[in-house]
């Protein structure tokens, strides 16, 4: 029965651990992925690390724990998969169900391994960027097979990884790379680089390696010698960037190999510039130069130019440089084929602005950041014509325009002069530019705009003023820019009243942006206002702002609406409802003193995004209609509305919401039931809302755990307040919101559970301790009440009482392997040989068919003198042979009389019956038989045998022979 207790013991444990995992925990699980559609984007929390690149959603972010677990929350249709966290490897096929995937980051700060074929099973895989380390570079073990299977990948980025200890195969998969981007290498030859490029990777157009501490490039062999530089694929790339690396050293004819280079981008320290054209590099039409610190080497531009004929190169840019000097005839040196200059936080000793005459052919001059104070670059023109289509003086100190300013660019389409102190703009400063298209005027101090500033911009598309602080605004200012589709205004500080017809006199018909910032406070006037060709988009911002004759049809027009206002009314009314064709409405800034309880953008039928911030909703009494009327509203975001709750009600016309995002700092109340309402709703992002800590909002957290279609967002961040302290929403509701339900389930689960575990210990520790017990106490009783409920008892009356007896002589115990030797040869010799006949009971041949066999074997054994246990090695293994022996030892127990006799058929070491510790007990305790071998010894065996088992039946023969020999006679042959 050993066997037998510890098979059962352990289907309890298991069938016990079972129940308690069913057991249902009030709590909610955490999802790790958050995500989004395309058109869902712009409202959804940004994720650090993970850039959305335009039409590859839908979009997922990632806070991944255990690669294969979590990453099972992703849908397959995901395009966009970016995955961060507490995660130290990527094994093989860590990706393959997402084979739909075309972008995937990780943000690998703590990996340690990637093993071979982590990436295998992703055939649509574009762009692949692993981030190792942020700041310096570091040792991580990427198994050289660890991009097999990217066959189709394009783009690949390395950022912190150490790739000297990187196998130089690893690239070998990539046939299809076109850019390859490796940052923060820690390797100090570009060459070394070079090695990793496999002949395979014919695609192969930009490479970028940067922030790599490289300080020199050398034409040397591979390490090892068994791999040599791809000349065929260092030849077709297009595009070297090496910014970031202070290159001390460019060796002769060390990049050769590159004779079809578009652009190159160096970082350079002044010794290593004339050696720039020395290293064979052939044609480059861009040329990017950064210096490692301003002032630390001054360059001659006539160096330059040098490099810039060597190479034919068309673009120019500078950064972090200096120069003595630039003139017409330092520019000269550059031949004609320099078409783009670029200069930006660098410093020029003596600039001459006439020095574009030395290549009038110049198209795009951006000096920015220069601390520049004027830009005369026309003032000694004499007539010379520059054929310049873009300036950008961004970020200097110029303060005035001049009169025809830039009389000599008639071809330029852009001007940008944002972020200088422009103050005044003198009668004819733009005079000349028909073909500009885009001016940039934002952030400088401009206060005046009048008609004669724009007259002569009739192509001007853009036009940037806003961040000035501008005191007046002429009639017919814009009356001459009918192409104008971007203005930007402001601020307003002084304009108490804006006339849109008059600035305008024919509202400009193309205009897709309209920004304006009103500051404390303007009354828009829009009366004999022409309506646009197009809807647009309306930007306003300002304390108060107030509007007259709102049925204007420049209103209709408006498709995006975007005001930051306190106080947004026309006619003391909400100014909403007059936008009748507003797509999307976004307001914020507190405009809790308007009178909401006429606000009415539930009339606004073709709303698909709306977000509110800061309104007061606490006093107005039909807050629960405001959202009514909404059919084709998608995305919802309210941001301290201060909304004591939210129900169904509210929400019940909104049959396309899809994102509804929540900021609350005052106590919220969700109403059970309220999202049930939205059919299509995918995400639920609770930025902060502070919840009551109420169990009317216990019911949030069970229907975000068992919401499968909607992604519930930063729940576990929320807090909620109970009794002054600010507690976590979910450990708190968890304590206090536990229903009688609940707790009744949990209280019997674990009791049930705690039941079935005491069974199985009691069973395999105190069952046998407890059949003892049964049985002494069935003993007992017998010797007190007498034995009269045994109806296989017989009793035989003799002169001085009764002598009781019992069915059998002998209850034989033994294996089905050994029935044959008990029915062919002991019982013929005990039942139907010799002087004493026995009767045996014997299992097959005696048990009562049809009855419980436990109880077949206790009653046989309790109405029988005396057990006999044939004792083998399969009757050891025998779990019934063992319950027999145990049931016969405790009858043994319970009434003194009953022996057991045991006959060993085979012979058993002690060390075999030592596993078996009740028989070893007993071998050890009494006398027992043998069969024998030799045939000369049966005789006395059976002789032997037959006296202990009628041992008790001596006496009986004497006062009972008649009764015996009436009834049955066990001593003769009744054959």
């Keep these: 029965m050993d066997v037998l207790d510890s098979n059962c013991l352990c289907f309890w444990w298991r069938f016990a651990l079972g129940l308690s995992i069913c057991n249902g925990v009030f709590s909610i699980i955490s999802k790790r992925c958050i995500t989004t559609e395309e058109h869902l984007l712009r409202d959804m929390p940004k994720t650090p690390y993970c850039y959305h690149y335009p039409g590859r959603g839908p979009y997922t972010d990632c806070n991944i724990t255990d690669l294969r677990t979590d990453l099972s929350e992703v849908g397959l249709q995901v395009r966009s998969l970016c995955i961060y966290g507490d995660f130290s490897s990527i094994p093989a096929d860590a990706f393959s169900r997402l084979s739909s995937l075309e972008v995937l980051q990780i943000d690998g700060i703590r990996l340690k391994r990637v093993q071979s074929g982590a990436f295998s099973g992703l055939p649509n895989l574009k762009y692949l960027l ?18 097999f299977g990217l066959t189709n990948l394009e783009k690949l980025a390395l950022r912190g990884l150490k790739l000297v200890n990187v196998s130089t195969s690893i690239f070998d998969p990539l046939v299809s790379l076109i850019s390859l981007e490796i940052t923060r290498t820690c390797t100090q030859d570009l060459s070394d680089i070079f090695c990793y490029l496999p002949e395979g990777m014919s695609h192969l157009k930009n490479l970028s390696v940067t922030d790599s501490g490289i300080e020199k490039i050398e034409t040397k062999a591979c390490p090892g010698g068994s791999k040599t530089w791809p000349v065929t694929v260092l030849s077709g790339i297009q595009n070297l960037y090496l910014i970031g690396n202070s290159i001390e050293i460019i060796q002769a004819n060390s990049l050769v190999a590159f004779q079809n280079l578009s652009s190159l981008h160096l970082e350079f320290n002044g010794k290593s510039l004339g050696s720039i054209w020395e290293s064979g590099v052939g044609k480059v039409s861009e040329l990017s130069l950064k210096g490692s610190v301003v002032k630390k080497y001054s360059t001659n531009f006539k160096d330059v130019c040098h490099i810039i004929t060597s190479l034919h190169v068309k673009l120019l840019s500078l950064v972090f440089t200096s120069t003595d000097r630039l003139t017409a005839e330092d520019l000269k040196e550059c031949g004609t084929t320099l078409i783009n200059v670029f200069i930006s936080r660098s410093e020029v000793h003596h600039l001459d602005f006439s020095f574009w005459k030395g290549n009038t052919g110049m198209q795009v001059v951006q000096m920015t950041y220069m601390t520049l104070t004027e830009a005369p670059f026309c003032v000694a023109a004499n007539g010379t014509v520059w054929s310049l289509t873009l300036m950008d003086l961004t970020g ?31 009668l004819h400063a733009f005079r000349g530019l028909r073909h500009l298209k885009v001016l940039k005027l934002d952030s400088n101090k401009i206060s005046q705009l009048t008609v004669k ?92 702002l107030d509007f007259v004759d709102c049925d204007n049809n420049v209103l209709k027009a408006v498709r995006e609406l975007k005001v930051v206002c306190n106080l947004f009314i026309c006619k003391n009314n909400f100014m909403a409802p007059y936008f009748p064709n507003l797509e999307s409405f976004e307001i914020s800034g507190g405009a809790e003193r308007a009178p909401l309880s006429d606000t009415k953008i539930s009339t606004l039928h073709h709303l698909k995004h709306l977000k509110l911030s800061n309104l007061n909703f606490s006093n107005y009494t039909e807050a629960g209609r405001v959202f009514w009327n909404l059919t084709k509203l998608q995305t919802l975001v309210l941001v301290n509305c201060h909304l004591s709750f939210l129900t169904g009600s509210m929400f019940k016309d909104l049959t396309s919401l899809q994102l509804l995002r929540l900021y609350s700092d005052s106590p919220l109340v969700l109403i059970d039931g309220v999202f049930e309402v939205l059919p299509v709703l995918t995400a639920f992002v609770l930025d902060r809302v502070d919840f009551q800590c109420s169990c009317e909002n216990g019911w949030v957290l069970d229907w975000a755990e068992s919401s499968e279609k909607v992604q519930v967002i930063f729940l576990q961040k929320q807090k909620c307040v109970w009794h002054y302290q600010i507690l976590n929403f979910l450990e708190t509701m968890e304590k206090l919101c536990q229903t009688d339900a609940q707790y009744i389930c949990y209280v019997a689960t674990a009791g049930c559970v705690c039941l079935l575990l005491s069974a199985a210990v009691g069973y395999r520790f105190a069952r046998w301790p407890s059949v003892v017990l049964f049985f002494r106490l069935r003993g007992w009783v017998e010797r007190r009440f007498g034995r009269q409920w045994n109806r296989r008892r017989r009793r035989v009356e003799v002169a001085d009482g009764e002598i009781e007896e019992m069915q059998y002589d002998a209850f034989v115990s ?68 063992s319950l027999e022996m145990r049931v016969a030892t405790h009858r043994q127990l319970e009434y003194q009389k009953h022996r057991l006799i045991l006959v060993f058929l085979e012979h058993i070491s002690p060390f075999e019956l030592s596993a078996f510790h009740r028989l070893a007990k007993l071998v050890r305790s009494r006398t027992y038989l043998d069969w024998p071998e030799d045939e000369g010894d049966r005789v006395h065996f059976w002789d032997r045998l037959r006296r202990n088992i009628a041992e008790e039946y001596t006496v009986s023969k004497e006062l009972a022979g008649n009764w015996h020999k009436s009834l049955f006679d066990p001593w003769k042959n009744t054959k």
């Design 453 to 544: 500033y724009f007259r002569s911009l009739m192509a001007l598309e853009v036009l940037l003023i806003d961040n000035n602080i501008i005191e007046t605004i002429e009639d017919g200012t814009f009356q001459d820019q009918r192409e104008l589709r971007e203005l930007s205004l402001g601020r307003l500080e002084y304009i108490y009243e804006l006339h849109l017809n008059m600035i305008f006199y024919v509202f400009p018909p193309k205009i897709q942006r309209l920004s304006i910032d009103a500051h404390y406070g303007t009354t828009f006037n829009l009366e004999h206002t022409s309506q646009p060709e197009e809807t647009f988009v309306l930007e306003l911002k300002g304390d108060r």
């Design 814 to 881: 033994f294996c089905s392997r050994d029935e044959a030797w008990v029915l062919g040869e002991m019982a013929p010799r005990l039942e139907e040989q010799g002087n004493l006949r026995l009767r045996l009971c014997l299992h097959n041949r005696d048990f009562e068919v049809g009855k419980d066999i436990m109880d077949n074997i206790t009653e046989s054994i309790y109405s029988s003198q005396c057990t006999v246990c044939l004792i083998s090695r399969r009757y050891l293994r025998s779990d019934w042979c």
């Design 130 to 147: 692993v981030l190792f380390n942020d700041a310096i570079c570091r040792s991580v073990s990427v198994e050289s097979l660890a991009f």
């Design 396 to 426: 200097n100190s110029i303060s005035e325009l001049g009169g025809d300013q830039f009389a000599c660019m008639p071809f330029l389409e852009q001007l940008i002069l944002s972020f200088n102190a422009i103050k005044t703009i003198q």
